[in-house]
Antibody, heavy 122, light 107 residues
């Protein structure tokens, strides 16, 4: 059974860089079939797609965050990572990692991590 | 970006009720529409993909329909474990976007 687990600091100061890692187990991150993504959810609000990465390192970012986001992959550790720079209180959210599965010609988020709350505060 | 609008934003229903949630896209997305269920403190869970395909292990009381811009999620007979928030999401164009959510509460 595929499992994803987010890890990283739960508190980040304004203007600093948020860094999270997602560890994939029970399956291969090197599969040519899947992308791996990050999604966030501010407290009490809806979901926002941040971006995704392929095992080769190819990325796709939400334009609203593109200037501040870097997503990378380390296949040797079966991990992919998120960096979000120059954070403000508006970046306070639960951050989820997920697998982008193939779903009848489209894509869907078929496996999710449990999520990790990151609070931006001084 | 493609805007996804769900209605209603919340609803109250009783166990056994038939519940319908709609999702409208700001442009045609063919059938590239997914539905997720989220319970408090938990990650979303994929229910329906490509508008009408039931994800593995999801109960058959859930169904989806629609195409182009208008989509529907139906719960045929609401069960206690179905009280949650439901989100639609399009995968037609990047950036992927979600609806604002529909909270299903106990009447």
């Amino acid at each position: 059974q595929l499992q994803l687990q987010e890890s990283g600091p739960g508190l980040v100061k304004p203007s600093e860089t948020l860094s999270l890692t997602c560890t994939v187990s029970g399956g291969s991150i090197r599969s040519s079939s899947y992308y791996w993504g990050w999604i966030r959810q501010p407290p009490g609000k809806g979901l926002e797609w941040i971006g995704s990465v392929y095992y080769s390192g190819s990325t796709n970012y939400n334009p609203s965050l593109k200037s501040r986001v870097t997503i990378s992959v380390d296949t040797s550790k079966s991990q992919f990572s998120l960096k979000l720079s120059s954070v403000t209180t508006a970046d306070t959210a639960v951050y989820y990692c997920a697998r982008l599965g193939h779903c009848s010609g489209g894509s869907c988020l078929d496996y999710w991590g449990q999520g990790t709350l990151v609070t931006v505060s001084s | 970006d493609i805007q996804m609008t769900q209605s209603p934003s919340s609803l109250s229903a009783s166990v056994g009720d038939r519940v319908t949630i709609t999702c409208r896209a700001s442009q045609s997305i063919s059938r590239y529409l997914n539905w997720y269920q989220q319970k408090p403190g938990k990650a979303p869970n994929l229910l329906i993909y490509a508008a009408s395909n039931l994800q593995s292990a999801v109960p058959s009381r859930f169904s989806g329909s629609g195409s182009e811009t208008d989509f529907t999620l139906t719960i045929s007979s609401l069960q206690p474990q179905d009280f949650a928030t439901y989100y639609c999401q399009q995968s037609y164009n990047s950036p992927w976007t979600f609806g604002q959510g529909t909270k299903v509460e106990i009447k």
